[in-house]
T-cell receptor, first 110, second 116 residues
């Protein structure tokens, strides 16, 4: 079975600063997607960003970007200029088998 | 607007009782999923379905069952509720993806189940 690992249960960042959330995964597939979801206190799940393994360029969505290292099976999420509304649980996901990591709770300090 | 709804939002039940959690989506998605969310474990897949009359076990399926009689609904049944099944349950749906799977999952608001 594929696995998705998030080794940081909690992270904290000062407002306007940058934070990176880590995710590693295991797969025998050569092509796949990876997703980051955000879950604010409302419990709603929101897709933040996605990356295809075959694309050389790291995905970017406004203040959110990824550092995808295929050989290392690493897929980290960078949030720039952090805002209070970024406070949430963040989940890394491997959609081929719909597996999620354990999540990282991000706190943003004013 | 299309949506996915879960009911009830909160439920308290007693050990040994049968419980059914409802999930209804109006996206017309073929794929539907049930997860449980527990602190330290993230989202763990319980059961999933790729279409009507199709059901499959996920990584934590023991004590749970599902049936898919139409596209819109995937009810989750706890056959005999146990305290270890106290959790927040999420239903999700997605379009049939490409190869590799690239489709976003849309989630319900969750059901908080307490087994006492």
């Amino acid at each position: 079975a594929q696995t998705v690992t998030q080794s940081q249960p909690e992270m904290s960042v000062q407002e306007a600063e940058t934070v990176t959330l880590s995710c590693t995964y295991d797969t025998s597939e050569s092509d796949y997607y990876l997703f980051w979801y955000k879950q604010p206190p409302s419990r709603q799940m929101i897709l933040v960003i996605r990356q295809e393994a075959y694309k050389q360029q790291n995905a970017t969505e406004n203040r959110f970007s990824v550092n995808f290292q295929k050989a290392a099976k690493s897929f980290s999420l960078k949030i720039s200029d952090s805002q209070l509304g970024d406070a949430a649980m963040y989940f890394c996901a491997y959609p081929n088998d719909m597996r999620f990591g354990a999540g990282t709770r991000l706190t943003v300090k004013p | 607007d299309a949506e996915i709804t879960q009911s009830p939002r909160h439920k308290i039940t007693e050990t040994g009782r049968q419980v059914t959690l409802a999930c209804h989506q109006t996206w017309n998605h073929n794929n539907m999923f049930w997860y449980r969310q527990d602190l330290g474990h993230g989202l763990r897949l319980i059961h999933y379905s790729y279409g009507v009359h199709d059901t499959n076990k996920g990584e934590v399926s023991d004590g749970y069952s599902v049936s898919r009689s139409n596209t819109e609904d995937l009810p989750l049944t706890l056959e005999s509720a146990a305290s270890s099944q106290t959790s927040v349950y999420f239903c999700a749906s997605s379009e049939v993806g490409g190869n590799p799977v690239d489709t976003e999952a849309f989630f319900g608001q969750g059901t908080r189940l307490t087994v006492v």
